[in-house]
């Protein structure tokens, strides 16, 4: 099993849909919690950060964190054909400068006009 | 967000040549970034783990005297593949850490490398 399964893709929708997003891990001691962004050809934009079980949101996104399950989840509301991308889960240790990112394999997005 | 920079954005070498990448942190000190590979439609391949100041932590199977990676400072990172081969040829991505046991990653925006 890997350590950081996400949702296989790709996923379309059209726009002004919810869109749910998740990621399931197997490691109890990831503690940091983040999703990424990445458009084609560019580097993955930091979308969320969290470290604590519960939702948090900004703006049309939620990130949802349930460590009991070991499952989180991006929810984006009101897509837009702009939020058509790839998106990642990326969780680490909280141990050190040296903490490395694990990411899921990514979910490719496309909202429809 | 932070703001971490690549240079350059594009680069195409002939084989045996090397090949200089920069990551620089703009807004921020970064004690610790990371490099990253990426082929088409898969996900990021860690490849090494630059902290300023010391020798940069290497993944398994990554070639530590064809990928070299110098920390100088607390926003420069560079990677430098030497006597680079067509299968060299990748899309490259720099992040660095923000301070803190919490510290977030930002990511530079890649270079993509091309090896003839």
């Known amino acids: 099993q890997k350590e950081v399964e996400q949702d296989p893709g790709p996923l379309s929708v059209p726009e002004g849909a919810i869109v749910s997003l998740n990621c399931t891990y197997s490691?109890?001691?990831?503690?940091?919690f983040m999703w990424y962004r990445q458009y084609s050809r560019k580097g993955p934009e930091l979308l969320m950060y969290t470290y604590s079980s519960g939702n948090k949101e900004d703006g049309r996104f939620t990130a949802q964190v349930d460590k009991s399950s070991k499952y989180i989840s991006l929810f984006i509301r009101d897509s837009q054909p702009s939020d058509s991308a790839t998106y990642l889960c990326?969780?680490?240790?909280?141990?050190?400068?040296?903490?490395?990112?694990?990411f899921g394999k990514g979910i490719t997005l496309s909202v429809r006009p | 967000g932070a703001v971490v920079s690549q240079h350059p954005s594009r680069v195409i070498c002939k084989s045996g040549t090397s090949v200089k990448i920069e990551c620089r942190s703009l807004?921020?000190?970064?004690?610790?970034m990371f490099w990253y590979r990426q082929f088409p439609k898969k996900s990021l391949m860690l490849m090494a783990t630059s902290n300023e100041g010391s020798k940069a932590t290497y993944e398994q199977g990554v070639e530590k005297d064809k990928f070299l990676i110098n920390h100088a400072s607390l926003t420069l990172s560079t990677l430098t593949v030497t006597s680079a081969h067509p299968e060299d040829s990748s899309f490259y991505i720099c992040s660095a850490r923000t301070p803190g046991t919490m510290g977030e990653q930002y990511f530079g925006p890649g270079t993509r490398l091309t090896v003839t």
């Open positions: 807004d921020f000190q970064a004690t610790t």
């Open positions: 990326a969780m680490s240790y909280p141990t050190g400068a040296n903490s490395k990112l694990t």
């Open positions: 490691n109890s001691a990831f503690q940091y």
